[in-house]
């Protein structure tokens, strides 16, 4: 994919990240509305729609309100990004030269975004959402306001959690989703791309047009999104305000179905959708543009 993936992924995470965040801010708010919860049970509003959530938040906290948890978005979409194109540039060329790629592309695809997605999620997504998710859970109509910066959430988190329970709290299933939705993005993302060549009759190691990188991006991560919803919503349950109630991850997704039945591990399905078509589509087709531009740039 390129010769800098470390710079490309840094770039391509904070463009896309500062673009969808308001789609990640909505998903988060609905998934956090858990008849589990006893903050969510005792909530003054009930968002019943992405759109009410939305206008909420707007008439009660101004535009800037969509941005509440961007912080720590934005300070590891640039670590995230690079993590995850740097391993899989790293596995996809040791697969080249053990000859597995040859043999079947696509599942090399497959387990380089399998170990790429490993990466991800244990160095830089948890500690990210982590923080992130506490915000959004603070600011929610069931919190009670009180972070006033990225900087203070994040000393009030370690200072009452510590450093492990504070800022890598739901880790096993950040790592299972991690793993999961770059399995899925990478080989699909690939197949997509392969296929709109052969179409086209192009060059298998020329870079898709934006919009056609774009679809195939957009596809491959509103499958993976799917897929892995229920993971997600347990992830934000695990790294909420009330994280610390969870002996395990098995534990919080028996609370939530328990309490809400098994349509609760799926609030905020279709923003989440929405928002991982986005990411996904401008990371791919970012990647692919930004990533030749830096080889000419930097040699």
């Known amino acids: 994919m390129g010769k800098h993936p470390v710079a490309a992924g840094t770039l391509v995470g904070w463009i896309e990240i500062s673009i969808t965040f308001p789609l990640e801010f909505i998903k988060r708010q609905l998934q956090l509305q858990q008849q589990a919860s006893a903050l969510a049970r005792n909530a003054p509003v009930v968002f019943t729609s992405p759109l009410h959530c939305a206008a909420h938040t707007v008439r009660t906290r101004g535009v800037r309100g969509l941005y509440t948890g961007f912080a720590p978005f934005i300070v590891f979409a640039g670590p995230r990004s690079a993590i995850r194109f ?10 080249r030269r053990a000859g597995v790629e040859a043999r079947n592309h696509a599942a090399s695809d497959t387990a380089c975004g399998f170990g790429a997605g490993l990466c991800e999620a244990a160095l830089a997504q948890t500690p990210n959402q982590a923080i992130s998710t506490k915000m959004l859970h603070d600011a929610s109509p069931a919190g009670s306001q009180r972070y006033r910066s990225f900087v203070h959430a994040t000393r009030s988190i370690y200072a009452e959690h510590g ?89 919080c997704a028996r609370d939530i179905v328990r309490a809400g039945g098994v349509r609760a591990l799926y609030f905020g399905l279709s923003t989440r959708t929405a928002r991982v078509f986005c990411e996904v589509g401008l990371q791919f087709s970012l990647y692919e543009q930004i990533s030749p531009w830096l080889d000419r740039a930097l040699g």
């Open 163 to 251: 450093f492990w329970r504070g800022f890598f709290c739901g880790l096993e299933p950040a790592v299972i989703k991690g793993a999961a939705t770059n399995c899925i993005r990478f080989p699909t993302f690939g197949a997509i791309k392969r296929s709109m060549q052969r179409r086209d009759g192009a060059d298998p190691a020329a870079p898709l047009p934006p919009s056609q990188a774009i679809v195939a991006g957009g596809l491959a991560g509103a499958i993976s999104a799917v897929v892995t919803q229920p993971i997600d919503t347990v992830m934000a349950q695990a790294q909420g305000l009330e994280s610390a109630k969870f002996r395990n991850t098995f534990a």
């Open 86 to 95: 740097f391993a899989f540039e790293q596995l996809s060329a040791a697969s």
